[in-house]
């Protein structure tokens, strides 16, 4: 192989890695297993139920000199809800309160200058 083909391998797995096409592993599997931090038997058997049930991999850690840690177990039973945003009609009053259609107002696109 050519040098000049290994250096534009190089940038194109660069280019990838930039524009976002390769992601984390999900949580929860054998790449990126739920990482817990516990200081009792019955929280780690607490962990360990809710991951079996679920088929979720994990590692327990058992350390009393730090604060308990569970946030992965806890992002994973209670994932945040995803954003929605109502679409804006332009003939719908402005969500600013002004009392104007938003086209007129903040969908005008125009600066108002004092």
């Known amino acids: 192989m050519f040098p000049s083909c290994k250096r534009s391998r190089r940038k194109s797995a660069n280019k990838s890695i930039l524009r976002g096409k390769r992601s984390m592993a999900k949580l929860g599997t054998e790449k990126r297993p739920i990482i817990v931090r516990v200081h009792s038997d019955e929280k780690a058997r607490y962990v360990a139920e809710k991951c079996t049930e679920h088929g979720w991999q994990y590692i327990i850690g058992f350390e009393t000199d730090k604060p308990e ?22 003939n719908e009053p402005c969500q600013c309160g002004s009392g104007k259609k938003y086209k007129k107002c903040c969908g005008s696109g125009s600066v108002l200058s004092a």
């Open 69 to 90: 840690d569970i946030s992965d177990l806890e992002k994973m039973l209670d994932p945040p809800a995803p954003v929605t945003l109502k679409k804006m009609g332009r």
